[in-house]
């Protein structure tokens, strides 16, 4: 059974910095794309980027990049979305998908719990 | 950048109706590679439609979806109450992925 379990909830303040974390389980894990979605509270969907564990091959959408840092560990089969000074602006739910395929264009069939990061002073 | 839009933002509906949503694409998604999501309050979204038409591993056959090049459309053919959730179409065709905003279908 393909499985994403994420990190738990974090509250941090603006300036500080963050690593939030994403395993996979049930499944070759370096051969399947792997994202990041923003979702803002009460608001829709935002695809942050993608990382391809096999050779860390990453994609920023347009607004985000400069913004995080996207990053894997194939060795223990973790995806990383990091910040290095947070903003109020940031406080949101994030969830990593999993592609369906090993395809950079593809649809989500597998997602993760959801991370709740709360930024606030 | 193609932009999804959805429409309506929230439909009023009785469990039994049918149900129609749309999300229209600011230029054509290649190959009708779009998808539809279900979110419900506090989970993640549920993937229910690839390839515009194609439903997605365990879905039920009351959810379908048609469509192509801009125009596109998630019909759900008689709503049960567990129904009533946002719905969020996503096009993967182009660089970068993008969602529309959604539309909430709430029980009349």
């Known amino acids: 059974e393909v499985q994403l379990v994420q990190s738990g909830a974090e509250v941090k303040k603006p300036g500080e910095s963050l690593k939030i974390s994403c395993k996979g389980s049930?499944?070759?894990?370096?051969?399947?794309?792997i994202g990041w979605v923003r979702q803002m509270s009460g608001k829709g969907l935002e695809l942050m980027g993608i990382?391809?564990?096999?050779?860390?091959?990453?994609r920023y959408s347009p607004s985000f990049q400069g913004q995080v840092t996207i990053s894997v560990d194939k060795s223990i089969r973790t995806a990383y979305l990091q910040w290095s000074s947070l903003k109020a602006s940031d406080t949101a739910m994030y969830f990593c998908?999993?592609?369906?395929?090993?395809?950079?264009?593809?649809?989500?069939?597998?997602w993760g719990q959801g991370t709740l990061v709360t930024v606030s002073s | 950048e193609i932009v999804l839009t959805q429409s309506p933002g929230t439909l009023s509906l009785s469990p039994g109706e049918r149900a129609t949503l749309s999300c229209r694409a600011s230029?054509?998604?290649?190959?009708?590679?779009l998808a539809w999501y279900q979110q419900k309050p506090g989970q993640a979204p549920r993937l229910l439609i690839y390839?515009?038409?194609n439903r997605a591993t365990g879905i039920p056959d009351r959810f379908s979806g048609s469509g192509s090049g801009t125009d596109f459309t998630l019909t759900i053919s008689r709503l049960e109450p567990e129904d009533f959730a946002v719905y969020y179409c996503?096009?993967?065709?182009?660089?970068?992925?993008?969602f529309g905003q959604g539309t909430r279908l709430e029980i009349k």
């Open positions: 230029q054509s998604v290649s190959t009708n590679y």
């Open positions: 390839g515009a038409s």
């Open positions: 998908v999993r592609h369906n395929s090993g395809y950079i264009n593809n649809w989500y069939p597998y």
């Open positions: 990382i391809y564990p096999r050779d860390s091959d990453t």
């Open positions: 049930g499944y070759d894990f370096t051969t399947y794309w």
């Open positions: 996503q096009q993967y065709g182009s660089s970068p992925i993008t």
